[in-house]
């Protein structure tokens, strides 16, 4: 029996089951016509069929077809998208289900670990507060926990029950989780309430007689400003929640699209907000941007919504966009409303190669890096808009002994290495991390004038996670700690000083007859890899493959033109290694190169908060390397 809420119940308190009871958020359960004709779809061997089934068979396959969500179709589209993403969810945990896992236990009180190699360091599709069910096959019996956190593949629970925590030693469970959809019913929310008020406005707007003008003053900062430090709500590594009766004080309050849904318990006064700013607008899904809108609703007699805030949604439609897990829905929900509305409405469209003002105020002071590092991409998105106001440390890898043109801190370094496939099926490529390894090692020996360069001023970007795997592994092995290695993903938002891209790609795929270059053609990835870099960048890859992509083909040519391209015989490997890899690449051979060069040990590597020990790790010697 579900405990009652209390009548003044605060719902900044509340745990998240409380909450949705609180604010009565819709529990999403699929219709069944939709959930057995997505079986069907997928070819699970579903046998239930009805004319519903049909129809909504017939539009799931209609999607693809469409390329903009239309006023009319807006909530149902979305709705339908919701649930597309639920079913891929729920496909997704069924899938990290075991018979076997192993629990033990944390630092944490009554709390344990579940580490769990199939979610392969992504481990985003659990949430804190999902229910988790553990099965022991001798007793027959089933322990009950909730999930804490997610690091890596470590998940760590917390029983409900202070009786089972002696129940874990010395056996293995089969383990299902259960989401709570939490985001998602959130997005449901949102989408209710819309339905029930006229969002025509606000959602599809139209010319206005009256406008207001906002000026928006940015100052180039990495860190938070002294004074507003002790504003914030997060203390000692941790989180406090703020009461209700002090929230109701504050014209100020900064929260995450999804938790801003707790903001709608409270009882603030009309207007009470004079403006909602949405940051990193183009990450975030349309339901997911509605979300902090619901805050300002007011019910009126003729249920219209009577907006007096000002919102402002600020992003960069050119950078990476929401994460969607359904492929069949990506290009619906996965288009921001930043950029839908700056694509077909007429308010936020150049005319005559200009903005209104009134409506698109853009941000064209870089101070992140150095005037040749942003060209190509200032050139492919922002049409020469950028303007460049970088300081002394933009300038610093200038004049660096390694640096083929002296005033050019940029290196395309053509590596003919041989992509190859894990298990998992991630994508590698050996011949790139050995290049990685010696440029980083030319660089944690050397100076940019006056300044040493330490791991932290070191970034590695790759697509692949096998990659990227395999990159942390040898500089483990090399004891070089501190050095970012991450997914172009993982990078958004990031910089260093020194960025280095290994693309491991040197194949060339075919898609209904269209040759291409796999995700690394998506024009957005090759925009935040490009603009990481500070000072210095380096490009690791194949530019006979890369250039089958024209936004890759400027990057190479802008490089030769400046003569930051390097040919793979002068890389700093060892001829007879080069060679070796060459031959492979032209033999188009699967198998990796002599094991001969090689030596297996075991290393511990941390991902983090996430310390995990990896066997028999092939690790090249390094006096291959040149250097």
Same mark, same amino acid.
């Given at each position: 029996m579900m405990k009652p809420i209390k009548a003044n119940a605060d719902p900044m308190m509340c745990t998240a089951?409380?909450?949705?009871?609180m604010l009565k958020l819709p529990k999403i359960r699929i219709p069944h016509s939709l959930y057995y004709a997505l079986r069907n779809g997928l070819k699970q061997g579903s046998v239930f069929y009805s004319n519903e089934c049909d129809d909504y068979t017939k539009c799931i396959k209609s999607l693809s077809n469409v390329k903009k969500i239309g006023e009319q179709d807006y909530i149902n589209i979305l709705r339908i998208c919701l649930y =597309?993403?639920?079913?891929?969810?729920?496909?997704?945990?069924?899938?990290?289900?075991?018979? !076997?896992? /192993?629990?033990?236990?944390?630092?944490?009180?009554?709390?344990?670990?579940?580490?769990?190699?199939? =979610?392969n360091g992504d481990g985003t599709i659990i949430k804190p507060n999902d229910d988790v069910s553990l099965y022991d096959i001798v007793t027959r019996r089933t322990i009950w926990a909730k999930v804490v956190e997610v690091v890596g593949n470590d998940v760590t629970i917390n029983v409900y029950y202070p009786q089972d925590?002696?129940?874990?030693?010395?056996?293995?469970?089969?383990?299902?989780?259960?989401?709570?959809?939490?985001?998602?019913?959130?997005?449901? %929310?949102? =989408?209710?309430?819309?339905?029930?008020y006229n969002w025509t406005e606000i959602i599809y707007p139209q010319l206005? #007689? %009256?406008? #207001?003008?906002?000026?928006?003053?940015?100052?180039n900062r990495a860190t938070v400003d002294e004074k507003i430090q002790p504003c914030a709500n997060f203390v000692d590594k941790t989180t406090l929640f703020l009461s209700k009766e002090l929230l109701l004080l504050k014209k100020i309050i900064i929260t995450t699209l999804v938790s801003s849904v707790r903001l709608i318990g409270i009882n603030f006064r009309e207007n009470h907000f004079s403006y909602i700013i949405i940051d990193e607008a183009s990450q975030a899904t349309e339901? /997911?941007?509605?979300?902090?809108?619901?805050?300002?609703?007011?019910? #009126?007699?003729?249920?219209?919504?009577?907006?007096?805030?000002?919102?402002?949604?600020a992003g960069d439609p050119y950078q990476l966009g929401p994460i969607v897990r359904c492929k069949e829905i990506e290009h619906l929900l996965g288009r921001s409303m930043l950029e839908r509305l700056m694509d077909d409405?007429?308010? *936020?469209?150049?005319?005559?190669?200009?903005?209104?003002?009134? *409506?698109?105020?853009?941000?064209?002071?870089? *101070?992140?890096?150095?005037?040749?590092?942003? *060209?190509?991409? !200032?050139?492919?998105? %922002?049409?020469k808009e950028l303007e460049i106001f970088g300081g002394a440390d933009t300038k610093m890898a200038l004049n660096w002994s390694r640096l083929p043109n002296k005033n050019f801190p940029m290196i395309?370094?053509?590596?003919?290495?041989?992509? /190859?496939?894990?298990?998992?099926?991630?994508?590698? !490529?050996?011949?790139?991390v050995l290049v990685v390894m010696a440029y980083v090692n030319m660089l944690i020996t050397t100076k940019f004038g006056k300044r040493t360069i330490t791991p932290k001023d070191i970034g590695i970007i790759t697509p692949f996670k096998r990659q990227q795997l395999d990159i942390i592994q040898h500089l483990t092995a090399m004891n070089l700690r501190g050095i970012t290695v991450g997914t172009v993903e993982s990078f958004q938002g990031q910089e260093r000083n020194v960025i280095i891209l290994s693309t491991v790609r040197s194949k060339i795929f075919e898609h209904h007859n269209k040759e291409h270059i796999g995700f690394l053609s998506n024009e957005k990835r090759f925009n935040v890899a490009l603009t990481r870099a500070k000072a210095l960048?380096?490009?690791?890859?194949?530019?006979?493959?890369?250039?089958?992509?024209?936004?890759?083909?400027?990057?190479?040519?802008?490089?030769?033109? !400046?003569?930051?391209?390097?040919?793979?015989?002068?890389?700093?490997?060892?001829?007879?290694?080069?060679?070796?890899?060459?031959?492979? %690449?032209?033999?188009? =051979?699967?198998?990796?190169?002599?094991e001969s060069n090689s030596t297996k040990l075991s290393i511990t590597v941390n991902f983090g908060k996430e310390i995990k020990t990896l066997s028999d790790v092939p690790v090249y010697k390094m006096e291959n390397l040149k250097i």
């Open positions: 089951p409380e909450l949705a009871r =597309l993403e639920q079913f891929e969810l729920d496909l997704e945990m069924k899938r990290i289900e075991s018979p !076997n896992y /192993e629990v033990k236990k944390s630092n944490l009180h009554e709390c344990f670990i579940i580490t769990m190699p199939c =979610l925590v002696t129940k874990f030693e010395d056996k293995k469970f089969k383990i299902k989780i259960w989401s709570k959809h939490w985001p998602l019913r959130c997005c449901h %929310y949102a =989408l209710k309430v819309m339905s029930n206005r #007689t %009256y406008s #207001t003008d906002i000026e928006l003053f940015v100052e339901p /997911e941007i509605l979300i902090p809108l619901t805050v300002t609703n007011k019910k #009126t007699e003729d249920k219209r919504t009577r907006f007096q805030a000002q919102i402002v949604i409405c007429d308010l *936020y469209k150049r005319h005559n190669g200009k903005y209104n003002p009134n *409506y698109i105020t853009k941000l064209i002071k870089n *101070y992140r890096s150095h005037e040749n590092l942003l *060209y190509v991409s !200032n050139k492919q998105f %922002y049409k395309f370094q053509e590596v003919l290495g041989q992509e /190859e496939r894990s298990a998992t099926k991630s994508v590698y !490529n050996t011949a790139e960048m380096i490009i690791i890859g194949n530019p006979r493959i890369l250039c089958q992509n024209k936004h890759w083909e400027v990057l190479w040519k802008y490089c030769k033109k !400046n003569n930051g391209y390097i040919l793979f015989d002068q890389c700093p490997l060892k001829k007879n290694l080069i060679s070796n890899f060459k031959s492979i %690449y032209n033999d188009n =051979l699967v198998k990796n190169s002599d």
